[in-house]
């Protein structure tokens, strides 16, 4: 498929430092013209369909998505399901670049993470290959992410604004030039200054048809991020903010509303076509988003989430008891949601009862967009050096799938045999499963052969350059991390760490809160947890700063930093495996789950 004409650059997206930023970017706003080419002689009538295009949580990934990260599951009529293969950015552009035909007011939006824990072709080059995908894609707007502080304000302040990366300069020796689009961050504040770090919402326009965006991501972003990231910054409550700017986009005469809201929720059903709203449905949808949902104020007529990397689309009252639609489309390019807004230009507001939203599949059975083809070989041309050096190899898939994963415990394992390269004295070593990003594929991706695990597949497992910490804690100290995995900020989606080989202990998830974790199954290299000794822990920096809601990892004492954790892994399939003797997966039987 030829590419698509790009869109003239809207480089109107910078930071907005000042009070007079917002009064400056409202007048933007307001001064955009009509289109110039609006017959005179034909006016439009009262309704106009506006076609909504939106996608969340890509992570940078360009390529294909392989495994169970590039399927979706699909519910068939007779009520059995089927998996399909799906993603990659050379299908999306294409399935988006149809789905655009015969709909000249369409608009393409994103529910943040757009980069982030990205596979290597883009997280090596600090996801500059995915915001330029991104333009080709002529995405409008986004919410940023919890991911898009992984590097920081200022890098995600590069990212909009352009610029060469200030450690590792211009890749081949071209300026990055930035997003086209804006990133909105409306709920993320300066605390010196107390105002947004980003631009809080953008306004579309087009022959008199006016919606507007508001962008937040979480306001639990800082407990799962690296404390470096978010340095400075303050997160504030998604509805909240939502209905303050809402107010002022009403006072700009801006009436109809879209939030992009980075948090989301869980559907009863995996199935990407699931119908939250058919009879018989179940329950429909559960977890962080219904609550924000019913406190976005009615003058909001659509949200488009994201985090949770599930697929749905649902109603969800708003305050006053309309239905309102809400939708999320999965991640990793798999899904695009289309949805039709239909805009009263008497009123400016939308007919919300018309209201019409469907996920759809980024199947690879269409033509791959060339422009995509050629972005994503000029940018592997750089990688491939680094990218194809094998560094290990295994004998099967290693799954990252499960309670307690293959994938996990083999990182844990890593991570406890370089802790003891460190201090002989490591004890064991935990691992957070949100920081295992992938598995590892038996079947090779390129020419390398069938089991050899490569630098830019470890990269794809653990793409944040998180470094292996080193920390004493009490045995009542490392019991209740145990106990933290099911029970605080846990308790209602549990995180289950990834243990060592010689850590053992029974999950009884028929209990509630700390009383699933089964004190005294609790065993170390078989032997019961002394509440008064110590422990050597091996954990990542994020974990020893207390990110995933286990704030007693960050009382560590004795602090000793390593490499990050990429070597780590690296190290240990490098030493533990051969093309003769590749690494068997980890069988994730250390934790016995009872259900």
């Given at each position: 498929?030829?590419?698509?004409?790009?869109?003239?650059?809207?480089?109107?997206?910078?930071?907005?430092?000042?009070?007079?930023?917002?009064?400056?970017?409202?007048?933007?706003?307001?001064?955009?013209?009509?289109?110039?080419?609006?017959?005179?002689?034909?006016?439009?009538?009262?309704?106009?369909?506006?076609?909504?295009?939106?996608?969340?949580?890509?992570?940078?990934?360009?390529?294909?998505?392989?495994?169970?990260?590039?399927?979706?599951?699909?519910?068939?009529?007779?009520?059995?399901?089927?998996?399909?293969?799906?993603?990659?950015?050379?299908?999306?552009?294409?399935?988006?670049?149809?789905?655009?035909?015969?709909?000249?007011?369409?608009?393409?939006?994103?529910?943040?993470?757009?980069?982030?824990?990205?596979?290597?072709?883009?997280?090596?080059?600090?996801?500059?290959?995915?915001?330029?995908?991104?333009?080709?894609?002529?995405?409008?707007?986004?919410?940023?992410?919890?991911?898009?502080?992984?590097?920081?304000?200022?890098e995600l302040a590069r990212l909009q604004n352009g610029g060469c990366h200030p450690t590792d300069g211009c890749y081949a020796g071209k300026r990055f030039e930035g997003a086209d689009f804006p990133?909105?961050?409306?709920?993320?504040?300066?605390?010196?200054?107390?105002?947004?770090?980003?631009?809080?919402?953008?306004?579309?326009?087009?022959?008199?048809?006016?919606?507007?965006?508001?962008?937040?991501?979480?306001?639990?972003?800082?407990?799962?991020?690296?404390?470096?990231?978010?340095?400075?910054?303050?997160?504030?409550?998604?509805?909240?903010?939502?209905?303050?700017?809402?107010?002022?986009?009403?006072?700009?005469?801006?009436?109809?509303?879209?939030?992009?809201?980075?948090?989301?929720?869980?559907?009863?059903?995996?199935?990407?076509?699931?119908?939250?709203?058919?009879?018989?449905?179940?329950?429909?949808?559960?977890?962080?988003?219904?609550?924000?949902?019913?406190?976005?104020?009615?003058?909001?007529?659509?949200?488009?989430?994201?985090?949770?990397?599930?697929?749905?689309?649902?109603?969800?009252?708003?305050?006053?008891?309309?239905?309102?639609?809400?939708?999320?489309?999965?991640?990793?390019?798999?899904?695009?949601?289309?949805?039709?807004?239909?805009?009263?230009?008497?009123?400016?507001?939308?007919?919300?009862?018309?209201?019409?939203?469907?996920?759809?599949?980024?199947?690879?059975?269409?033509?791959?967009?060339?422009?995509?083809?050629?972005?994503?070989?000029?940018?592997?041309?750089?990688?491939?050096?680094?990218?194809?050096?094998?560094?290990?190899?295994?004998?099967?898939?290693?799954?990252?799938?499960?309670?307690?994963?293959?994938?996990?415990?083999?990182?844990?394992?890593?991570?406890?045999?370089?802790?003891?390269?460190?201090?002989?004295?490591?004890?064991?070593?935990?691992?957070?499963?949100?920081?295992?990003?992938?598995?590892?594929?038996?079947?090779?991706?390129?020419?390398?052969?069938?089991?050899?695990?490569?630098?830019?597949?470890?990269?794809?497992?653990?793409?944040?350059?998180?470094?292996?910490?080193?920390?004493?804690?009490?045995?009542?100290?490392?019991?209740?991390?145990?106990?933290?995995?099911?029970?605080?900020?846990?308790?209602?989606?549990?995180?289950?760490?990834?243990?060592?080989?010689?850590?053992?202990?029974?999950?009884?998830?028929?209990?509630?809160?700390?009383?699933?974790?089964?004190?005294?199954?609790?065993?170390?290299?078989?032997?019961?947890?002394?509440?008064?000794?110590?422990?050597?822990?091996?954990?990542?920096?994020?974990?020893?700063?207390?990110?995933?809601?286990?704030?007693?990892?960050?009382?560590?004492?004795?602090?000793?930093?390593?490499?990050?954790?990429?070597?780590?892994?690296?190290?240990?399939?490098?030493?533990?495996?051969?093309?003769?003797?590749?690494?068997?997966?980890?069988?994730?039987?250390?934790?016995?789950?009872?259900?």
């Amino acid at each position: 498929m030829p590419a698509a004409p790009r869109r003239p650059r809207r480089r109107t997206y910078g930071l907005l430092a000042t009070a007079a930023g917002l009064a400056t970017a409202a007048a933007l706003t307001a001064a955009l013209p009509a289109d110039a080419h609006e017959s005179h002689h034909h006016r439009p009538g009262r309704y106009q369909d506006v076609q909504l295009l939106s996608f969340n949580d890509l992570h940078g990934n360009l390529e294909p998505p392989s495994g169970s990260s590039g399927r979706v599951t699909e519910l068939q009529p007779d009520g059995t399901t089927k998996t399909v293969d799906a993603g990659g950015v050379e299908y999306l552009a294409t399935h988006l670049r149809q789905a655009r035909e015969g709909h000249p007011y369409s608009i393409t939006a994103a529910g943040g993470d757009m980069v982030g824990a990205s596979p290597l072709l883009s997280g090596l080059f600090h996801d500059e290959p995915t915001i330029e995908a991104l333009d080709k894609l002529d995405l409008d707007v986004t919410s940023v992410g919890n991911h898009e502080f992984d590097e920081g304000a200022r890098e995600l302040a590069r990212l909009q604004n352009g610029g060469c990366h200030p450690t590792d300069g211009c890749y081949a020796g071209k300026r990055f030039e930035g997003a086209d689009f804006p990133y909105l961050a409306a709920n993320v504040l300066d605390e010196k200054t107390g105002r947004p770090i980003l631009k809080p919402y953008w306004v579309w326009q087009k022959k008199g048809v006016k919606i507007g965006f508001i962008g937040v991501t979480l306001e639990g972003t800082p407990g799962i991020v690296s404390a470096d990231g978010i340095k400075g910054l303050t997160f504030k409550d998604e509805a909240e903010t939502i209905n303050k700017y809402a107010k002022v986009l009403q006072r700009q005469g801006v009436k109809s509303i879209v939030a992009l809201i980075h948090e989301g929720g869980f559907p009863a059903s995996g199935s990407y076509n699931y119908d939250c709203d058919s009879p018989g449905a179940g329950d429909g949808i559960s977890g962080p988003i219904v609550d924000i949902a019913k406190n976005v104020t009615p003058a909001v007529d659509a949200l488009v989430t994201g985090h949770t990397h599930t697929a749905y689309v649902c109603t969800i009252p708003d305050p006053s008891g309309r239905p309102r639609m809400v939708t999320s489309a999965a991640s990793f390019g798999r899904l695009y949601t289309d949805t039709t807004l239909t805009y009263d230009r008497r009123t400016g507001d939308i007919v919300r009862t018309a209201v019409k939203s469907a996920n759809h599949v980024v199947t690879r059975d269409v033509p791959k967009a060339q422009d995509m083809t050629d972005l994503i070989g000029r940018w592997n041309t750089l990688a491939a050096p680094i990218g194809n050096r094998a560094i290990g190899y295994i004998s099967a898939d290693v799954d990252n799938t499960g309670t307690e994963s293959p994938m996990g415990d083999l990182i844990a394992d890593a991570q406890l045999a370089y802790g003891r390269e460190l201090d002989p004295k490591t004890s064991l070593a935990l691992m957070n499963p949100g920081g295992v990003r992938a598995g590892l594929t038996y079947a090779a991706k390129g020419a390398e052969g069938d089991g050899v695990v490569t630098y830019a597949e470890g990269f794809t497992v653990q793409p944040f350059a998180n470094t292996v910490n080193l920390q004493d804690f009490t045995g009542a100290q490392l019991v209740q991390v145990l106990k933290e995995q099911v029970s605080g900020p846990n308790a209602a989606a549990v995180k289950i760490l990834q243990p060592s080989a010689n850590l053992t202990y029974t999950l009884d998830l028929t209990k509630s809160g700390a009383d699933r974790v089964v004190t005294d199954s609790i065993r170390l290299n078989g032997a019961p947890i002394d509440p008064a000794a110590t422990y050597r822990v091996a954990t990542n920096s994020f974990l020893a700063g207390g990110g995933d809601g286990f704030p007693t990892l960050a009382q560590g004492t004795g602090d000793l930093v390593g490499t990050d954790d990429l070597t780590a892994l690296e190290k240990y399939l490098t030493a533990n495996s051969s093309a003769a003797n590749p690494i068997t997966p980890p069988k994730a039987d250390r934790i016995t789950i009872v259900q």
